[in-house]
């Protein structure tokens, strides 16, 4: 069979999408492969039915980036609102601002710090472990045991499903604690949720570009080389190499959502349960995300999120130093496939966020396509 296209690009989430916009807009000819029945990845939307309430259907997604360019190029494909994030966590009853900031180091221990007293306040309650061992003893030298056991202990064994003392601990290298008031989670100057959400986005990015659903790529692996003269592959790259050096390690989540007969459930997008009790990390609204839409009056959509070890659903890499190990065994069988551009979080088992992604996309495709390569990301 002659070759018809000049990519065949595995996978419609976001390093997909863009790097098939770029190709198509270079005049080059594209086909996609999707193996789940919708496109967008696990940036996909949709409204809820009966409520309209738009719904991610993956995890909230707020879009955030410090890049000018970045920002420019999303928003040919939509609008954004002025949606600012903020998290709250629920521990014993009470609500609190994450990550920890002075309102929450104030609540918590019943004080009224001025932003220049945290810094030895914080030093008084600090463990004095010189060499931490474990993602515990690494936590409380970095902000004691009280603000360690309310906030990031038992959140931790439910996102990991282990104890913090079984992990290692250059998981992490510091806390944020924020000496101010200052509650909004991001940073970036730019930040918003697509108007319409992202589900539209994609189809804007690769109008015109066919499309073959529920179609995985690796079952007949052979067929679909031969349609195309350059392959771009976004799936796990263990699967792509027959898990010849055994399974990259992946936390997950599942999602339980409740359609409930109240205008505002808890009053804001996310809010997460520090508590062994609760079995869920979070809840999400996404009313909230859509302030500027007039929305279902009566009714919000709620939805559970449960934490699991699933390597089959992977949502977060897990990276321990095995993973590491093998992760650079299959990236070393990547420089052999001539033709095989490997891209985005399942391929390069990164986490990457949104911009992160469109980032390495357009640097990816430019590299290829034979463009100047102008992202600074
Ligand atoms: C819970 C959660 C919340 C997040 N929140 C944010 C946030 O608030 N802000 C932010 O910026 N980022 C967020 N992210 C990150 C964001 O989801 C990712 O950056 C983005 O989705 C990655 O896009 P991708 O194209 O690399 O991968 P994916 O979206 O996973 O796309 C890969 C696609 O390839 C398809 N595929 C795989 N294998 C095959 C095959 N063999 N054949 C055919 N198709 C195949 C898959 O079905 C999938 O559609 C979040 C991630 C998670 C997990």
Redesign the pocket.
């Known amino acids: 069979m002659s070759q018809q296209y000049d990519f065949l690009i595995?996978?419609?989430?976001?390093?997909?999408?863009v790097f098939a916009q770029q190709a198509r807009e270079a005049g080059k000819s594209v086909l996609l492969?999707?193996?789940?029945d919708h496109?967008?990845?696990?940036?996909?939307s949709e409204a809820h039915p009966g409520t309209n309430i738009i719904v991610?259907t993956?995890?909230?997604?707020?879009?955030?980036t410090n890049s000018r360019e970045i920002w420019d190029y999303i928003n040919r494909f939509t609008g954004f609102n002025r949606y600012q994030?903020r998290v709250l966590t629920t521990h014993r009853d009470r609500v609190y601002a994450m990550p920890i900031n002075l309102g929450t180091i104030n609540q918590f221990y019943g004080v009224n710090l001025r932003p220049s007293e945290v810094p030895a306040f914080l030093e008084s309650k600090k463990g004095n472990i010189p060499n931490p061992a474990n993602l515990e003893e690494k936590a409380i030298s970095l902000i004691g045991e009280d603000l360690y056991g309310a906030f990031i202990k038992n959140y931790t064994i439910k996102q990991w499903g282990c104890d913090p003392r079984e992990l290692p601990a250059n998981i992490i290298t510091r806390l944020p604690v924020r000496s101010s008031y200052h509650d909004s989670y991001f940073n970036d100057k730019y930040q918003g949720i697509p108007l319409e959400g992202y589900t539209p986005i994609f189809e804007r990015m690769i109008e015109g570009i066919p499309v073959e659903m529920g179609?995985?790529?690796?079952?007949e692996r052979d067929y679909w080389m031969s349609r195309a003269r350059q392959v771009v592959?976004?799936?796990?790259i263990d699967?792509?190499f027959g898990y010849e050096h055994g399974r990259l390690n992946w936390r997950s989540?599942r999602f339980e959502t409740e359609l409930v007969d109240v205008e505002d459930y808890q009053g804001t997008s996310v809010m997460n349960y520090a508590d062994i009790e609760v079995p869920f990390t979070r809840i999400h609204e996404p009313r909230h995300l859509h302030l500027e839409k007039e929305q279902t009056p009566g009714k919000t959509v709620i939805i559970r999120?449960f934490s699991q070890v699933d390597n089959d659903r992977?949502?977060?890499p897990v990276n321990f130093a095995e993973d590491r190990e093998k992760l650079a065994k299959y990236q070393e069988m990547a420089t052999r496939e001539g033709n095989i551009l490997f891209?985005?979080?399942?391929?390069?088992y990164k986490?990457?966020?949104?911009?992160?992604?469109i980032g390495s996309?357009l640097q990816k495709a430019r590299k290829v396509l034979g463009g100047e390569d102008q992202t600074s990301v």
């Open positions: 595995v996978g419609t989430g976001l390093f997909g999408a492969l999707e193996a789940r496109i967008g990845g696990n940036c996909h991610h993956y995890g909230t997604h707020i879009f955030h994030h179609v995985d790529f690796l079952a592959y976004t799936g796990p699967r792509f989540v999120e992977p949502y977060y891209g985005g979080r399942l391929a390069e986490y990457y966020d949104m911009h992160q992604v996309a």
